[in-house]
């Protein structure tokens, strides 16, 4: 069974700079790609960053050279180094593989507010 926790999130002001951490059990994740989704209030949940098996990335426009996405094959861990955080950045953060497996994590709440 797979499973997937968030963690990391909080409450940050605009520019400021957040790490998310996602541990996964139940899976290797050195064989999938994985990647980092977000769904803010009212909106449908999207992908923000993936990184394949191989360690290609790609990310969506609006967080290129701000975000960082990276894994740990070791410790089946996949992280999330945001900077310069906007509020247009708020929203709950979950990681899965891409495409999703049917499980999701809870995610993390991550608020960009002065």
């Known amino acids: 069974q797979v499973q997937l926790v968030e963690s990391g999130g909080g409450l940050v002001r605009p520019g400021g700079s957040l790490r998310l951490s996602c541990s996964a059990s139940?899976?290797?994740?050195?064989?999938?790609?994985m990647a980092w989704y977000r769904q803010a209030p009212g909106k449908l949940r999207g992908l923000v960053a993936r990184?394949?098996?191989?360690?290609?990335?790609n990310y969506t426009d609006s967080v290129k050279g701000r975000f960082t996405i990276s894994r740990d094959n070791a410790n089946n861990a996949v992280y999330l180094q945001m900077n310069s955080l906007k509020p247009d950045d708020t929203a709950v953060y979950y990681c899965?593989?891409?495409?999703?497996?049917?499980?999701w994590g809870q995610g993390t709440q991550v608020t960009v507010s002065s």
């Open positions: 139940g899976i290797i994740i050195s064989i999938y790609t």
């Open positions: 990184i394949t098996s191989g360690g290609k990335i």
């Open positions: 899965n593989s891409d495409p999703a497996f049917a499980s």
